[in-house]
DNA sequence: AATGAATGAGTTTTCATTCAT
DNA sequence: TATGAATGAAAACTCATTCAT
């Protein structure tokens, strides 16, 4: 179930989701290039042609588990900015959302952290993940505005920072590099906030490279 | 030349070199999988045979291109470890060293980037890689031996943290998502380094979440 | 059609048979290693993709080939086994198969020679080659047992001299160097059985080498 | 040694008979379609571009073992012709020759049965084989002109199902079919001259199909 | 909606052969 | 003689996609 990243299972299961399930599945399991759409339609227990009723191509497939994933993620860090939480709570919540993935689907985030992210099929980064990116350049930014981060680092690149963290370590957990019990995976969202944030209060302005 | 990201030129152009560069090229501007054979001896100015006389087959390619790379990283990593700066110093220099390859050699640090997942994918992320996050970790974990850095945290996963921070930056500058003037990348330098560092530093120790 | 050898054909003529057919045409002109893919699915009218829908490679194209012919002629020596015949007419039976085959079915008869070593070679001489064997033995041995043979020769060995003798008729014919009109085939079955089965007499037994 | 069919060995290891000998080895392992020019120059110990000093190709290769070997064959074939011997004894000598070449080199029988005998790289049966066959069918017209065989049958018809024989009993013990011991060769050869020739006998003559 | 037979473009790889040294 | 780097023709096979049913 793609929405499982952020819980928003619909429980409808027609074969359009039947399909995209099984094309996490299979993505997962083989790598997108290595798969063929003889092997996602007999894990979907239906005839291949069929799949061409849903979907363009198999790209198409790609970028529409792509597409569903980051419009719940995009969607979740949205409502984080509507809260009354300080940055720092925020940034937590967003760490805690894409960390805690790993544990909800294991299977999409292998296909979104081995095939999509840097993939060159999905030539320009598509436009939910550059929202997402967005959305935490303006929670850090408000953070600055604030009064709750240094204002001395510029919020786009602290994004690229903050999520790069993020990604890296779900990389470690997908290539299994890193540990990924329960324990580590709290560790590794208190671990980034601590010294993201920690690097961003206040105090440590102007330190001298 | 493979050894400009790290200077080790050695101005030998041998047969085996040609073929590799010309790979670089050929890989950054279209991408591993739509890079064909002939178009690499095209580029190298040698019959497509011959690739097979040095490689043996267009994933050794890669993954040469991969290896020779961090091999290159690795020595440098090193190189580091063995002056007597300060941890802070030190990780400066392995962001200087990393994030200045863009400068140095945009195509191939587009390979790296854009190809990553295909290099893990086909042999589990390349020895030297993971070499690399150990030198990234003793240095980290040196320190925190030191003082220079609270203990508290996961030498390993900070450098994760510190790692996925600096390849992010380099995705944002392939994709064009970040812009890469020279001040951008001294701005990035610094960033990373302040953010990751300061929060590293003693006094954030114990933070509550 | 492959059926016609020993003339069970079906009439059906589906894509199945159709390149069959035109493999058998194919390898018979140009052997099989100079025929192309291509040009048997040419003979066949369909796309050297559908091929491989049915096949799985060239070489399983001749391989059943070879194993439905002889599955034909199996079934063939089997009827014979079952008739009230005297070994001899049973022999002169299995040699009339044969060796009309080469009317019947020029083509076929052409692959089966020449490419006999390529069969043996890649699956050590089909299941089927191997009853045809058998059954010339279990005829060998009745007319021994029954008193029409002479008992102290080895039937297996027998029944390798008697289709090696066919096969090299055969073979004689396929290169040209023997004649192949209707009497020399007519004497080509008497010549065979009357050697073989008359040295094979009862009164030939013992006789000093 | 190429020779030892007939044991005629010169003794001489120069680098032409060097490749020869490596080339029969190398084709009775992997056969001549799989055995690359590479293994034959490895297993000779040479480059393999010398080989094209001594051969003009591959495939000449695979002609010379052949055309060396009959020629030694038709000598001895022709040395068998000479002496005084019935009919009946000489196409023992024959029998003997061939039968025992399994004994004295079995890569070589090996090759000449599963890549030469039905070959159609050497289109045309090589001279030397068409002259062993004549060689026989001078023994048999002998043997019907002196009395001693029935002469209402072709010879040449009769050199086919002789050699035929011989030649299946080859390829039962090259394919593993056929046991193979001392005694076996030795109740080969009796089997085929016993049954050949019991049909070959005057009394036999006339016999009704 | 569903099937799966049919298509055919597209590419890596192999390997015999050549030739400069 | 001897080497092995260099060449390039040649072909099997894959698989996404289409489409008649």
Redesign the interface.
Known sequence: MLSTLTDRSTGQEDKRRLILDAAVRVFARK?Y?ASRVGDIAEEAGVAHGLLYHYFRSKDELLETIFRETWRDVLDAVRAIEETDESARERL?GVAKILLRAWRRDPDLVRVL???V????HVQ??VEEI?QA?AGLERIIARGQEDGEFRPD??P???S??????????L??WV????EDGDEQIA???????????????LD?EA?P?
Chains 1, 2, 3, 4 share one sequence.
């Not at 690229?160 to 370590?169: N, S």
């Open positions: 790598g290039h937590a952290v081995r095939e992210t840097r993939s060159s320009r980064r550059d990116f680092v510029d786009r690149m602290v690229y920072v903050f999520y790069g963290a993020l990604e890296e370590i990389t470690g290539l299994g590099q890193l560790a590794a969202e208190q671990t980034v906030i601590e010294v993201v944030c920690g690097g961003l209060a440590r330190a490279l």
